[in-house]
């Protein structure tokens, strides 16, 4: 079974620019995995950020942003603000009917 | 506005059963697919199940297959989970999601979620 692959933790400074990743175990992720990143801050459910690649929602703030990155699906943070602080994961479909997420990635403003 | 509401979580004896429910608003809800995401306690999250907009289709993680059963009424505009079986690593607490689609699995609104624990 495929595991998708996170960075564990990440800083940025505030201000900076920070790119968090997203792998699959066996092989490179397309846009045919519909990759989905979401926020989730502590205490409260998570939220979804990008949708399909790189599909922001209404309430996504403009300094994210989704792509593919090297054989990996990428969400780019640019501008961090303290507020930005929080766990990130991906999710990514292998066979239909069963997507996996990502362990999360930690991201710490300081 | 679009809204969904959770219920139906509570504390259970492994072995035990329990329903959840789901109450969704501001949308039309047979349009879109339905799924469940939970979360451990300090862990990470985990799909669970899916269902398509007009029910024929149903998704299940290897982890709940054979023990969990996801289902909806149109009518009433409700997601429900029927949990059966249930182990101390079901602990968790459980997202409903709004997908994009029909048929699409992706949770992509979500609810504020439900607390089930499951303890002796």
């Known amino acids: 079974q495929a595991v998708v692959t996170q960075e564990p933790s990440l800083t940025v400074s505030p201000g900076g620019t920070v790119t968090l990743t997203c792998g699959s175990s066996?092989?490179?992720?397309?846009?045919?995995?519909?990759p989905y990143w979401f926020q989730q801050k502590p205490g409260q459910a998570p939220r979804t950020l990008i949708h399909?690649?790189?599909n922001i929602h209404s309430w996504t703030p403009a300094r994210f942003s989704g792509s593919l990155l090297g054989g990996k699906a990428a969400l780019t943070l640019s501008g961090a603000q303290p507020e930005d602080e929080a766990d990130y994961y991906c999710?990514?479909?292998?066979?239909?009917?069963?997507?996996?997420f990502g362990g999360g990635t930690k991201l710490t403003v300081l | 506005e679009v809204q969904v509401v959770e219920s139906g979580g509570g504390l259970v004896q492994p072995g035990g059963s329990l329903r959840l429910s789901c109450e969704a608003s501001?949308?039309?809800?047979?349009?879109?697919?339905m799924s469940w995401v939970r979360q451990a306690p300090g862990k990470g999250l985990e799909w669970v199940s899916a269902?398509?907009?007009?029910?024929?289709?149903?998704y299940y993680a290897d982890s709940v297959k054979g023990r969990f059963t996801i289902s909806r009424d149109n009518s009433k505009n409700t997601l429900y989970l029927q949990m059966n079986s249930l182990r101390a690593e079901d602990t968790a607490v459980f997202y409903c999601?709004?997908?994009?689609?029909?048929?699409?699995?992706?949770?992509?609104?979500w609810g504020q979620g439900t607390l089930v624990t499951v303890s002796s």
């Open positions: 999601a709004k997908t994009l689609g029909p048929y699409a699995t992706h949770p992509d609104y």
């Open positions: 501001g949308f039309t809800f047979s349009n879109f697919a």
């Open positions: 269902i398509s907009g007009d029910g024929g289709s149903t």
């Open positions: 066996i092989g490179a992720v397309t846009s045919g995995h519909y």
């Open positions: 399909d690649t790189s």
């Open positions: 999710l990514l479909s292998y066979i239909v009917g069963r997507p996996l």
